[in-house]
């Protein structure tokens, strides 16, 4: 059985699917419309899974239990009838898997953590549940969570592996002492590299050509601050976006540093050890530069107190040229900004350099969760016949019933099934896969054999150039021929930097790099806002002083056995 | 000279005048913001144009409100909440205050029970085990979670006790001498006269209720028992920009959607503010009565 592309889930930038309603009502009425399910009712139980080519794993009989937790978001709506409790997903694991998923609680994302901590402290330990890596080890010392080692071996069926295989280093972030201890919850890890955005109509305003280098960059940088781009008469435009937090997905800046060769908040290898990417005198000509830039008024004077949503409203109202963010920002920031402007096109580019050598984007393994079940739970291989069920029948599925059953309907975007389950594990590769069928399709004219998903990313292209709706700029921008996903396919090869350090947490860093972090935050703000350079080699000093020392060695005992 | 007849002069007057009306546009502009983003179109409030008057006028964030069953369900637990907490926390503050405020040889086991209830507020035993007994006595995921756990305040029971102390036990011994015992002591003379206090209190312990989020977030184990600002939390949080993937572009669509925030922010915010008008008179007074001459 070969279905070796990674496959997107279909409804998941739920804008993009009201968007593609959008296009197509307005500007293919009727022809080109689906009919739209009664996505209202709750579908009748016993004949869902009728027609369907449901690959199943063996059938507990009779049903176990199995109590879990997890989160539910504020944004996320059943379909009528359902809830958490009760949804197409409890009633596959009972009717399919024979297993009675029971959720003891049920929290908001952002307060998962604490609560689970709560409740394992407390010894209310459910029998299968999601942990972080710090979480990871700490339980695994504590003897709370089974060794899945033989597990995984017997049951994980190929197609599960060949999803946990496709990131290198998966399995490995769960692997402690040996042994798996957790089904690590896998994504795209290419998908957090920077790339450049620019406002394209502005560049051919002033007639500046693309950014090939960081010399090319800066020069853009004063020119949309000095040459008034918006046309308003008023000198209220800015460079370049930044945060208070310095890093992120939105107006991050280590795409910046990248740019210098500078890679701050990762691990990478110099001569066969591990340095650390903030205190390396790469760090030193980026920071100069920010500060020049700061100086003559490019950079939001205020970015030392801006957190993301100040920053968001920047790009919204069209004051700010240029941002480094991930492949996904049109769909979020910068969509904001054409609503506002209708001419305004954020343009995608490779990060230049400063130089000769090709720069590279930093990225990090997009791991930071795992599967886990408690240590004396009987049925430990049930998880891994719940994540074969994902993997066999659901991730990498072509077929577009399945898809709508179990993780939305196109016609209603906004009912995203999987947040129903914590089982959901993406193909590693899925973001450039689907990119790069929607090219090939563009560039023959032809959609057939796509499946629904890239279809319609294909369509809001297409409406984008034939009838030219000016909204469907974010899908150009990202999946179209000159978008941010075809340079992510440069940075999964030379053109990235991935982050050599991946998994649990050692000790020194668990305890001390959060105060490092913010040290690094407050000099790297400090000495852009015009302290002299020297706070750059302080910090330094103070970085190794105040534990950077120990966290290196153990980095690198780790990276001796990891290598 | 008596400053209270004193009369300022025109210019300090103005100053002052001048000083506290800026004051007050100080507390009373990010109310109106606030206002103005809900009645505005949210492309407007997303590119920072609408400051104290809507722009783009629209009701659709408080039509998202309604349809919302969320926000409807967490409002009415709030309320029970208040309704239900504020009359428990005041019978309890006043039962405990009473005996605390009794001199040493009428009560000799007044210090010991003082510093009972002192040590609580100087000593915590932290969020676990907190946890843990809430967890033990069966109350998790219950309405009573919220109302039993913090049922004596005692920073409230140390100013009401303070308060009974300041009045003159001449009134006590001459209803004693009518046959008066503790209960009719208590209310029949002591709460009628301590009326400020009890009115700050009560302000203190329903503004208190309607605030607190954090219970609710640990202590109930479904969404829908949140009271409402354990639900606004969940809504207006930030996520981490390091940590944000393209899976939390929901959540960030719904995050940058600063209208309906508004919205809900400004409807949360009415109930209470209702409630100060009628007891903020006695607000100062009660303070000053209680701890002061205590």
Same mark, same amino acid.
Not at chain 1, 355 to 384: C, K, M, N, W
Not at chain 1, 491 to 514: E, H, Q, S
């Given at each position: 059985?070969?279905?070796?592309?990674?496959?997107?889930?279909?409804?998941?930038?739920?804008?993009?699917?009201?968007?593609?309603?959008?296009?197509?009502?307005?500007?293919?009425?009727?022809?080109?419309?689906?009919?739209?399910?009664?996505?209202?009712?709750?579908?009748?139980?016993?004949?869902?899974?009728?027609?369907?080519?449901?690959?199943?794993?063996?059938?507990?009989?009779?049903?176990?239990?199995?109590?879990?937790?997890?989160?539910?978001?504020?944004?996320?709506?059943?379909?009528?009838?359902?809830?958490?409790?009760?949804?197409?997903?409890?009633?596959?694991?009972?009717?399919?898997?024979?297993?009675?998923?029971?959720?003891?609680?049920?929290?908001?994302?952002?307060?998962?953590?604490?609560?689970?901590?709560?409740?394992?402290?407390?010894?209310?330990?459910?029998?299968?549940?999601?942990?972080?890596?710090?979480?990871?080890?700490?339980?695994?010392?504590?003897?709370?969570?089974?060794?899945?080692?033989?597990?995984?071996?017997?049951?994980?069926?190929?197609?599960?592996?060949?999803?946990?295989?496709?990131?290198?280093?998966?399995?490995?972030?769960?692997?402690?002492?040996?042994?798996?201890?957790?089904?690590?919850?896998?994504?795209?890890?290419?998908?957090?590299?920077?790339?450049?955005?620019?406002?394209?109509?502005?560049?051919?305003?002033?007639?500046?050509?693309?950014?090939?280098?960081?010399?090319?960059?800066?020069?853009?940088?004063?020119?949309?601050?000095?040459?008034?781009?918006?046309?308003?008469?008023?000198?209220?435009?800015?460079?370049?976006?930044?945060?208070?937090?310095?890093?992120?997905?939105?107006?991050?800046?280590?795409?910046?540093?990248?740019?210098?060769?500078?890679?701050?908040?990762?691990?990478?290898?110099?001569?066969?050890?591990?340095?650390?990417?903030?205190?390396?005198?790469?760090?030193?000509?980026?920071?100069?530069?920010?500060?020049?830039?700061?100086?003559?008024?490019?950079?939001?004077?205020?970015?030392?107190?801006?957190?993301?949503?100040?920053?968001?409203?920047?790009?919204?109202?069209?004051?700010?040229?240029?941002?480094?963010?991930?492949?996904?920002?049109?769909?979020?920031?910068?969509?904001?900004?054409?609503?506002?402007?209708?001419?305004?096109?954020?343009?995608?580019?490779?990060?230049?350099?400063?130089?000769?050598?090709?720069?590279?984007?930093?990225?990090?393994?997009?791991?930071?969760?795992?599967?886990?079940?408690?240590?004396?739970?009987?049925?430990?291989?049930?998880?891994?016949?719940?994540?074969?069920?994902?993997?066999?029948?659901?991730?990498?599925?072509?077929?577009?019933?399945?898809?709508?059953?179990?993780?939305?309907?196109?016609?209603?975007?906004?009912?995203?099934?999987?947040?129903?389950?914590?089982?959901?594990?993406?193909?590693?590769?899925?973001?450039?896969?689907?990119?790069?069928?929607?090219?090939?399709?563009?560039?023959?004219?032809?959609?057939?054999?796509?499946?629904?998903?890239?279809?319609?990313?294909?369509?809001?292209?297409?409406?984008?150039?034939?009838?030219?709706?000016?909204?469907?700029?974010?899908?150009?921008?990202?999946?179209?021929?000159?978008?941010?996903?075809?340079?992510?396919?440069?940075?999964?090869?030379?053109?990235?930097?991935?982050?050599?350090?991946?998994?649990?947490?050692?000790?020194?860093?668990?305890?001390?790099?959060?105060?490092?972090?913010?040290?690094?935050?407050?000099?790297?703000?400090?000495?852009?806002?015009?302290?002299?350079?020297?706070?750059?080699?302080?910090?330094?000093?103070?970085?190794?002083?105040?534990?950077?020392?120990?966290?290196?060695?153990?980095?690198?005992?780790?990276?001796?056995?990891?290598? | 000279?008596?400053?209270?007849?004193?009369?300022?002069?025109?210019?300090?007057?103005?100053?002052?005048?001048?000083? @506290?009306?800026? #004051?007050?546009?100080?507390?009373?502009?990010? +109310? %109106?913001? =606030? /206002?103005?983003?809900?009645?505005? &179109?949210?492309?407007?409030?997303?590119?920072?144009?609408?400051?104290?008057?809507?722009?783009?006028?629209?009701?659709?964030?408080?039509?998202?409100?309604?349809?919302?069953?969320?926000?409807?369900?967490?409002?009415?637990?709030?309320? @029970?909440?208040? #309704?239900?907490?504020?009359?428990?926390?005041? +019978? %309890?503050? =006043? /039962?405990?205050?009473?005996?605390? &405020?009794?001199?040493?040889?009428?009560?000799?086991?007044?210090?010991?029970?003082?510093?009972?209830?002192?040590?609580?507020?100087?000593?915590?035993?932290?969020?676990?085990?907190?946890?843990?007994?809430?967890?033990?006595?069966?109350?998790?995921?219950?309405?009573?979670?919220?109302?039993?756990?913090?049922?004596?305040?005692?920073?409230?029971?140390?100013?009401?006790?303070?308060?009974?102390?300041?009045?003159?036990?001449?009134?006590?011994?001459?209803?004693?001498?009518?046959?008066?015992?503790?209960?009719?002591?208590?209310?029949?003379?002591?709460?009628?006269?301590?009326?400020?206090?009890?009115?700050?209190?009560?302000?203190?312990?329903?503004?208190?209720?309607?605030?607190?989020?954090?219970?609710?977030?640990?202590?109930?184990?479904?969404?829908?028992?949140?009271?409402?600002?354990?639900?606004?939390?969940?809504?207006?949080?930030?996520?981490?920009?390091?940590?944000?993937?393209?899976?939390?572009?929901?959540?960030?669509?719904?995050?940058?959607?600063?209208?309906?925030?508004?919205?809900?922010?400004?409807?949360?915010?009415?109930?209470?503010?209702?409630?100060?008008?009628?007891?903020?008179?006695?607000?100062?007074?009660?303070?000053?009565?209680?701890?002061?001459?205590?």
């Amino acid at each position: 059985m070969k279905q070796n592309t990674g496959k997107r889930c279909p409804s998941r930038p739920a804008i993009l699917f009201l968007l593609a309603a959008l296009i197509l009502a307005s500007c293919a009425p009727k022809a080109a419309e689906p009919t739209p399910q009664p996505s209202g009712a709750a579908a009748p139980a016993g004949d869902v899974y009728a027609g369907l080519n449901l690959i199943v794993p063996n059938k507990y009989d009779p049903p176990i239990d199995m109590t879990s937790v997890t989160t539910v978001n504020a944004t996320v709506k059943f379909l009528n009838g359902d809830d958490i409790h009760n949804n197409i997903w409890t009633r596959t694991y009972r009717d399919v898997l024979g297993i009675n998923l029971k959720y003891q609680w049920v929290v908001d994302g952002s307060m998962y953590e604490q609560k689970l901590g709560l409740s394992v402290n407390s010894g209310e330990i459910p029998d299968m549940f999601v942990v972080g890596p710090s979480q990871l080890l700490a339980y695994q010392e504590a003897g709370l969570l089974a060794d899945l080692t033989s597990i995984y071996a017997a049951e994980a069926s190929k197609n599960t592996r060949f999803i946990l295989d496709q990131d290198p280093v998966a399995l490995k972030s769960a692997t402690i002492n040996g042994k798996l201890w957790g089904i690590p919850l896998t994504d795209g890890s290419v998908t957090s590299a920077s790339v450049l955005w620019v406002r394209q109509d502005w560049l051919d305003k002033l007639n500046i050509p693309a950014p090939k280098t960081m010399a090319d960059v800066l020069e853009i940088s004063r020119r949309f601050t000095e040459d008034d781009p918006d046309g308003n008469g008023v000198d209220d435009t800015i460079g370049l976006a930044a945060t208070k937090g310095i890093w992120g997905a939105i107006a991050g800046l280590q795409g910046f540093f990248n740019g210098y060769h500078a890679y701050p908040g990762i691990w990478f290898d110099q001569g066969g050890k591990l340095v650390y990417g903030s205190v390396q005198p790469e760090m030193r000509s980026a920071l100069l530069a920010l500060q020049d830039m700061y100086a003559k008024g490019q950079l939001d004077r205020e970015f030392g107190v801006k957190d993301i949503n100040q920053v968001t409203e920047t790009i919204a109202k069209g004051k700010c040229g240029m941002e480094f963010g991930v492949w996904w920002n049109p769909y979020h920031p910068l969509n904001l900004s054409q609503q506002n402007d209708p001419e305004a096109y954020w343009a995608a580019y490779p990060i230049p350099s400063i130089d000769d050598t090709p720069a590279r984007s930093q990225y990090s393994s997009a791991i930071g969760s795992f599967l886990v079940v408690r240590a004396g739970y009987e049925h430990p291989e049930a998880l891994i016949r719940m994540v074969n069920f994902w993997t066999d029948n659901i991730v990498l599925t072509q077929d577009d019933n399945i898809r709508r059953i179990f993780l939305g309907d196109i016609n209603a975007p906004d009912v995203v099934l999987y947040k129903y389950t914590p089982v959901v594990l993406w193909a590693p590769n899925g973001t450039i896969e689907t990119g790069r069928k929607v090219r090939e399709a563009l560039a023959k004219h032809d959609p057939s054999g796509l499946d629904l998903d890239a279809q319609w990313r294909y369509r809001i292209i297409q409406a984008y150039f034939e009838q030219g709706v000016k909204e469907a700029w974010v899908e150009v921008a990202t999946n179209g021929p000159n978008g941010s996903v075809p340079i992510l396919e440069g940075v999964l090869g030379d053109r990235g930097m991935f982050n050599r350090f991946y998994g649990t947490p050692t000790p020194a860093m668990a305890a001390k790099m959060p105060t490092l972090e913010t040290m690094e935050a407050e000099m790297i703000t400090k000495v852009i806002m015009g302290e002299p350079i020297e706070k750059f080699d302080q910090f330094v000093e103070e970085w190794y002083r105040l534990g950077g020392t120990e966290i290196v060695d153990e980095v690198n005992l780790w990276y001796s056995k990891n290598k | 000279m008596n400053p209270r007849i004193y009369k300022l002069p025109f210019f300090e007057n103005l100053l002052n005048l001048t000083v @506290l009306a800026l #004051l007050a546009a100080l507390c009373l502009f990010p +109310i %109106l913001h =606030i /206002l103005a983003l809900s009645f505005s &179109s949210a492309a407007a409030a997303a590119s920072g144009r609408v400051a104290v008057w809507p722009v783009e006028f629209t009701l659709q964030s408080y039509q998202f409100v309604l349809d919302n069953p969320a926000f409807g369900k967490s409002f009415i637990i709030s309320l @029970l909440r208040v #309704l239900v907490g504020t009359p428990v926390n005041m +019978i %309890l503050t =006043i /039962l405990v205050a009473y005996p605390l &405020s009794r001199p040493r040889d009428k009560f000799r086991a007044r210090d010991f029970f003082a510093w009972f209830f002192i040590i609580t507020v100087l000593f915590s035993g932290g969020l676990i085990p907190w946890y843990m007994v809430i967890r033990q006595t069966g109350l998790i995921d219950k309405f009573w979670a919220l109302i039993l756990p913090g049922a004596v305040p005692v920073f409230n029971v140390i100013l009401l006790a303070n308060s009974f102390r300041t009045i003159p036990k001449e009134l006590e011994e001459a209803a004693a001498m009518d046959g008066a015992g503790h209960w009719t002591v208590l209310f029949k003379v002591l709460l009628p006269l301590s009326l400020p206090v009890l009115a700050t209190v009560t302000l203190f312990v329903a503004v208190a209720h309607w605030n607190s989020w954090f219970d609710g977030l640990i202590l109930m184990n479904s969404p829908d028992k949140y009271p409402l600002q354990s639900y606004l939390q969940t809504v207006v949080v930030n996520p981490d920009p390091r940590m944000l993937t393209e899976r939390d572009l929901d959540l960030l669509k719904i995050i940058s959607n600063r209208t309906t925030r508004a919205a809900q922010i400004f409807i949360a915010m009415i109930p209470i503010l209702m409630v100060y008008p009628f007891l903020q008179r006695y607000f100062t007074s009660g303070i000053k009565l209680g701890s002061v001459k205590g």
